[in-house]
């Protein structure tokens, strides 16, 4: 099953408002990352949160994590044409040594010029 | 540093044939991870390798497969293809197991199985 659900699944909004998107966990995580993909591309890092970590930014990209929601969202403002792609949030699953990534179904987001 | 890369970028197959794909991670990352993404089941984790070892796999039919050799280069094989098993795959690789590794994906490889 999916640990990271996003939310909404598709957004479209025009160049320079703010996007926000949403993920949903179901189980105690270490950190959470968000992720880019450009269409039918390979996927880009954002930024990491860890689970001791309320807000963290970089450059128009800010996420939140509330773990006692189990959830967090992905803000980038000043939205650019350029921003358009899917966004997927993704929460590590490890045991010892073990190590694996659970991501969302992803939000498309779609900036208009 | 290079990135990841992958070959080859695009591929097609007929059910029943078998497919090598390959991946070289950034050099100095000895963990490489593989992801098959489809449009109905997303992302999922196939199998993860670090120093030639197979440290975790996903819920995966025994036909898919991978190695990783002493360079870290690591190859999957997929083996009597069916239509399903069109999907993207990409791999990925980090400096070590460590979960606030970032993971460096590679642009993937787009299989089409006919």
């Known amino acids: 099953s999916q640990q990271g659900e996003e939310d909404p699944q598709a957004l479209s909004i025009q160049e320079g408002e703010n996007a926000t998107m949403n993920c949903s966990y179901k189980?105690?995580?270490?950190?959470l990352q968000w992720y880019r993909q450009n269409s039918g591309r390979g996927l880009v890092h954002l930024i990491l949160?860890?689970?001791?970590?309320r807000e963290k930014h970089s450059g128009r990209l800010r996420v939140t994590l509330d773990t006692s929601k189990k959830s967090s969202s992905l803000l980038i403002t000043a939205s650019r044409a350029a921003d358009t792609a899917s966004y997927f949030c993704?929460?590590?699953?490890?045991?010892?040594?073990?190590?694996?990534?659970?991501f969302g179904k992803g939000t498309l987001l779609t900036v208009n010029p | 540093k290079a990135g990841v890369t992958q070959t080859p970028r695009y591929l097609i197959k007929t059910r029943g044939q078998q497919v090598t794909l390959s991946c070289s991670p950034i050099?100095?990352?000895?963990?490489v991870s593989w992801y098959q993404q489809t449009p109905g089941q997303g992302l999922q984790f196939l199998f993860e390798?670090?120093?030639?070892?197979?440290?975790n796999k996903g819920n995966f039919p025994g036909r898919f497969s991978g190695r990783q050799f002493s360079n870290s280069r690591s190859e999957m094989n997929v083996s009597t293809l069916e239509l399903g098993d069109s999907a993207l795959y990409l791999c990925?690789?980090?400096?070590?197991?460590?979960?606030?590794?970032?993971?460096?994906f590679g642009p993937g490889t787009r299989l089409t199985v006919l």
């Open positions: 990925a690789s980090s400096l070590d197991v460590r979960t606030d590794n970032e993971q460096f």
């Open positions: 189980t105690s995580i270490n950190n």
């Open positions: 949160i860890r689970s001791n970590e």
């Open positions: 993704a929460t590590p699953n490890s045991g010892g040594s073990n190590y694996k990534l659970t």
């Open positions: 050099s100095g990352h000895r963990s």
């Open positions: 390798y670090f120093s030639e070892t197979q440290r």
